[in-house]
């Protein structure tokens, strides 16, 4: 072997640190994506449809709550 030259076990440890790295960072990634899908959607039949329901509520009683009081000449 010459000194010189490239390290052939250097070059494989070093690609397989990469790899090592390059997998953690999919891991991550993979537990990032079923955070956010579970936080989407519910796992129970009617946990969507009751949020938006319970949204829609709040909507309407914001709605009433803020409404301007009717003048003397209004109908």
């Known amino acids: 072997?010459?000194?010189?030259g490239p390290?052939?076990?250097?070059d494989?440890?070093?690609l397989q640190a990469r790899v090592k790295g390059l997998q953690?960072?999919?891991e991550l990634q993979r537990w990032q994506i079923e955070v956010l899908n579970s936080?989407?959607?519910s796992s129970e039949p009617g946990g969507v449809a009751a949020r938006r329901l319970l949204s829609l509520k709040r909507d309407?009683?914001?709605?009433d709550t803020f409404r301007?009081?009717?003048?003397?000449?209004?109908?």
Do not use: F
Not at 1 to 4: F, L, N, P, Q, S
Not at 60 to 63: C, K, L, P, V
């Open 68 to 75: 301007m009081p009717k003048g003397v000449n209004d109908p």
């Open 60 to 63: 309407e009683a914001t709605r």
């Open 12 to 14: 494989a440890l070093a």
């Open 1 to 4: 072997m010459t000194t010189g």
């Open 39 to 41: 936080r989407l959607y």
């Open 7 to 10: 390290d052939p076990l250097k």
């Open 24 to 26: 953690a960072l999919l």
